[in-house]
């Protein structure tokens, strides 16, 4: 299984349009020390030839982030290998970009049954995806799931792939109305997806929130982990001046402190650790920061627009 990092910055990027903190300033002022960075967004492809793509959520960049990725460009029949989209949640960072690949193109789109209430019942925008002939075909995923994919109709064929669901415990985004959120299932609101192949896995975890720690158990078997790493410490969004609010507050696990990701981390995970959905506000941003080391050091990598990763 190919793997490509295609954005690796949480919400808003890198530099964020709006922001003047630390590392946005100094990345516009041309320090070599940053790499900007789009709104996370990660592809696949299950199949040796990579002739059939799926994305893992759907980012605001996703247009600019298609038509920078040579694999993703449409056949010369005019069909687009992107077979489909798995979505880890209904915040606006992962599903903004399905409004990208509105141009009457069916596809699959995996996600629970609680993210699909949220955006076909409260956000008619989405409705544009019904223009395509046939529509896009929405797939019901369970929360803890195991789903087996199969990249043809060939009866008696195993699955290219398994995709496992894993409830990470964040909650439904503020935009939701009370009414819907108490109509759907808690633990829907948000997904990592454990993908298996050929007995290896890799597991995707863009959004992780402080309330479950369901993660640590694929992140310890794993030969890959994706991770989300949008802040350092708890009141980093308070010491930059973004937000009255911590990162658990806005249901963020911070990697830095008493029960933060670095802490928590099972010691005997034995694949590779990769962060990714950076805020911009992070200081591992800036690679001569103490923080950039200390995560280096702690055995993670750090997630760059463009990583290209083997399963
Ligand atoms: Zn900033």
Known sequence: MRIKVLGSAAGGGFPQWNCSCRNCRLLREGSPHFQPRTQTQIAFSPDPDSSVW??????????????????LAPRSEGTSPIGGVFLYSADVDSVMGLLHLREFQTFFVFTTSGVQRVLKKENRIFGVLDRADPPVQWQTLSSRGRLGCHLSESPGESPAFIANTIPLGGSYPDYVSPELVNACVPDDASIGFLLEQAGKQVFIAPSLSPHSTEWTKPAASADIVLIDSAFWSDDELIHTGRSKKTAREIGHLPLDGPGGLLEQFPANAKGRKILI?????????DQQSAEHRAVLDAGFEIAYDGMEITL
């Open 54 to 71: 799926f994305l893992v959520g759907a980012s605001p960049d996703l247009r600019a982030q298609i038509n920078a990725t040579p694999e």
């Open 277 to 285: 959905h950076i805020n911009n506000t992070n200081p591992i941003l």
